[in-house]
């Protein structure tokens, strides 16, 4: 599976959208998809143990999870930097 | 810039005059026939406190978020419902002033100064309880126009509005949490009241719940989406001005209670009454509360023009975390100052009555529920890790 599939499988069991996540584009607003600030920190939280990574707070802004694309883009930074991942 | 209007000090001064001169001598009636204090409302408009925090080049002061605060505490010392009803609209007003930057909603700024409307909100919704961030009725535009109608179960002040702001899905295929802010004046708005407003406090603001029915330019729906009107304006400007009445109205008790010890204090000279200590203590609480507020005041101007910070959670969880305190310290204030004040603070005819400020105050941990709050600072705090 990757990234994207991932975080698609994720965002199904979590993201509450009223879309499937699995038709959304990679770009797609998934708030406008219906991603609720409460789903959101679900959705981080899963993120978070499927990568076994730890979002620093500089990164749990709107803009990270606006997207499939936007949050592959924060596991790659945060999984591209082993030393660092734990650090917030 | 969070703003500054020339005469620093003159709106609070304004309010403190007004408060003292025409809302104090009101306010038992506004509560006891729970009607809206128009004599107030006349005399700021006759003043142009309406329109304040309108930059200059709309008509307005240009106040900051700090002055309204102020104002609003003044007023809060003499009558909460109209504390609340100016706190309110200011709110409404700051949305306008930081979201509504096209030119149509420019013109519409400029009325709202030049003739000194009163703004009201309309953002709970039948079926959704108090989830304020979600909306179930939506905006149906067409060639530039746009209608929409939502079953309210609270507007305050509604039925003495000039304009309402209006949340509601961005279209009628959007998703629950895609809203948008509507501005509309009232002769676009037809109001259907349903229920009454016959509450235990804050009886003046006259909340009643309406069926809604809005139409209008497509341009009076604010560009941004609500999602950033919350967090960057609406969530802490309504959270500090809550804070502000709930401070004003703790003053009044505090006030009350100081010169009940000071009377007994004179009754005995040469001993300190028994309840020279719970004031102490009391006013060891004010300053708290006032504390937590002003702090508040300046950690907003501080973020004013931030908009990540403002987005981003630790600031959420801090203003939300003022709500908490503040509406709960409010009601521990007045709840000290009947223990000093003793059955004179009991009985609801005497100077030393508190009855209508412990009403008022059990209200503060009720709109937007502090429960529901706490519920979004639990989850927000399982990912955030500022400290």
Request: net charge negative; aromatic share 6%; glycine share 8%.
């Amino acid at each position: 599976m990757t990234t994207s599939e991932r975080i698609r499988q994720i965002l199904r069991d979590h993201g509450r959208l009223a879309a499937d996540a699995g038709t959304l584009g990679e770009d797609s607003d998934l708030y406008q998809a219906g991603l609720t600030s409460h789903a959101s920190v679900t959705l981080m939280l899963a993120l978070e143990d499927a990568f076994e990574i730890e979002f620093p707070e500089r990164m749990l802004r709107r803009r990270t999870f606006e997207s499939v694309a936007a949050i592959r883009d924060a596991v790659a930074e945060l999984t591209s930097s082993p030393g660092l991942k734990a650090v917030s | 810039m969070p703003g500054t209007s020339t005469a620093p000090g003159a709106l609070r001064k304004l309010a403190e005059q007004i408060g003292a001169d025409i809302a104090a001598p009101a306010a038992d009636a506004v509560d006891r026939e729970a009607r809206f204090p128009h004599e107030v409302f006349a005399a700021m408009r006759a003043e142009r406190m309406l329109g304040v925090m309108i930059p200059p080049e709309h008509g307005g002061a240009g106040a900051g978020i700090a002055e309204v605060a102020a104002a609003v505490q003044a007023l809060g010392e003499h009558c909460a419902s109209t504390s609340m009803i100016y706190a309110m609209h200011q709110i409404q007003v700051a949305c306008l002033v930081r979201h509504g930057e096209s030119p149509f909603m420019r013109e519409v700024l400029a009325r709202v100064a030049q003739e000194e409307m009163l703004l009201a909100s309309a953002t709970t919704e039948a079926g959704i309880g108090g989830a304020i961030r979600t909306s179930s009725c939506a905006v149906e535009e067409k060639q530039g126009r746009f209608r929409l109608e939502k079953q309210a179960p609270v507007i305050s002040y509604g039925a003495h509005a000039d304009g309402i702001l209006v949340t509601a899905r961005r279209a009628p295929d959007a998703a629950p949490n895609d809203q948008v802010l509507v501005y509309v004046p009232r002769d676009g708005l037809t109001l259907t009241p349903s229920g009454t407003w016959d509450t235990l406090g804050f009886r003046g603001t006259c909340s009643l719940g309406f069926h809604l029915a809005a139409e209008g330019d497509a341009r009076q729906v604010l560009p941004e989406p609500y999602a950033a009107i919350s967090s960057r304006t609406m969530l802490p400007v309504s959270h500090i001005l809550w804070s502000s009445v709930w401070l004003g109205l703790a003053t009044a008790a505090v006030r009350k209670a100081r010169a009940f010890v000071r009377a007994e204090a004179r009754k005995k000279p040469g001993t300190t009454p028994p309840a020279a200590v719970r004031l102490a203590e009391l006013v060891n609480v004010h300053q708290q509360l006032r504390a937590t507020v002003h702090d508040a005041v300046r950690e907003y101007e501080r973020l004013w023009d931030d908009t990540e910070a403002l987005d981003a959670m630790p600031f959420a969880i801090r203003m939300n975390n003022l709500k908490l305190a503040a509406s709960c310290q409010v009601v521990d204030i007045v709840h000290q100052a009947m223990l000093i004040c003793g059955m004179s603070g009991y009985r609801e005819d005497s100077p030393f009555s508190l009855g209508r400020l412990l009403r008022d105050a059990t209200g503060a941990a009720l709109m937007i529920n502090n429960d529901r709050i706490y519920g979004g600072n639990a989850a927000m705090l399982l990912v955030s890790k500022d400290d």
